[in-house]
């Protein structure tokens, strides 16, 4: 099975900030990699699949980028809505595996 | 609109079963592999089974093989997840996606006695 890992595990920023999560898989899964916020109480939420390729509705200060084994969520300008936990999922095959989540936090 | 309502959860003692489900609509069900991914309290996403569109292949974590079976019937447009001999680590969240999207709240299952 194909491991993931994230870090950091926990990112404290501030509004306004540049922030930048990484995932890494154990083997390549090519671009098959999404990223998910999610919210205290509620379900995850799709933010960009294929690596990069935002979500209707996602604003633009989330990007991702990344190929092979390494792969980052970068949000250009910290706005207050964006503070949640973050995960990878890749899903090259299966079994699909998360990685463990990025809690963003107010500094 | 797509829309994925899980239901079935309940609280369960350990040993014991239980079968969620999912009913989908706004696209064609037929067409989407579709998997499960639970969370349990205060923990991270985990991602539990997946079968493809037709029904035909299935896939499960280690942590759940033997033990869940997943299936679907296109005709009603649901996705099932059979639960059998639950443990307290199966206690969480679970919800159904759509490929790689999740819509809906999920449903909670307890395990405790």
């Known amino acids: 099975d194909i491991q993931m890992t994230q870090s950091p595990s926990t990112l404290s920023a501030s509004v306004g900030d540049r922030v930048t999560i990484t995932c890494r898989a154990s083997?390549?899964?090519?671009?098959?990699l999404a990223w998910y916020q999610q919210k205290p109480g509620k379900a995850p939420e799709l933010l960009m699949s294929i690596a990069s390729s935002l979500e209707s509705g996602v604003p633009s200060r989330f990007s991702g980028s990344g190929s092979g084994t390494e792969f980052t969520l970068t949000i250009s300008s910290l706005q207050p809505d964006d503070f949640a936990t973050y995960y990878c999922?890749?899903?090259?095959?299966?079994?699909?595996?998360f990685g463990q989540g990025t809690k963003l936090e107010i500094k | 609109e797509v829309q994925l309502l899980e239901s079935g959860g309940d609280l369960v003692q350990p040993g014991g079963s239980l079968r969620l489900s999912c009913a989908a609509s706004?696209?064609?069900?037929?067409?989407?592999?579709m998997s499960w991914v639970r969370q349990a309290p205060g923990k991270g996403l985990e991602w539990v089974s997946g079968i493809t569109g037709g029904g035909g292949t299935t896939y499960y974590a280690d942590s759940v093989k033997g033990r869940f079976t997943i299936s679907r019937d296109n005709s009603k447009n649901t996705l099932y997840l059979q639960m059998n001999s639950l443990r307290g680590e199966d206690t969480a969240v679970y919800y159904c996606?759509?490929?790689?999207?999740?819509r809906g709240q999920g449903t909670l299952v307890t395990v405790s006695s």
């Open positions: 996606a759509k490929g790689i999207t999740m």
């Open positions: 706004g696209f064609t069900f037929s067409s989407y592999d």
């Open positions: 083997q390549s899964i090519s671009r098959w």
């Open positions: 999922l890749q899903y090259i095959n299966y079994p699909h595996t």
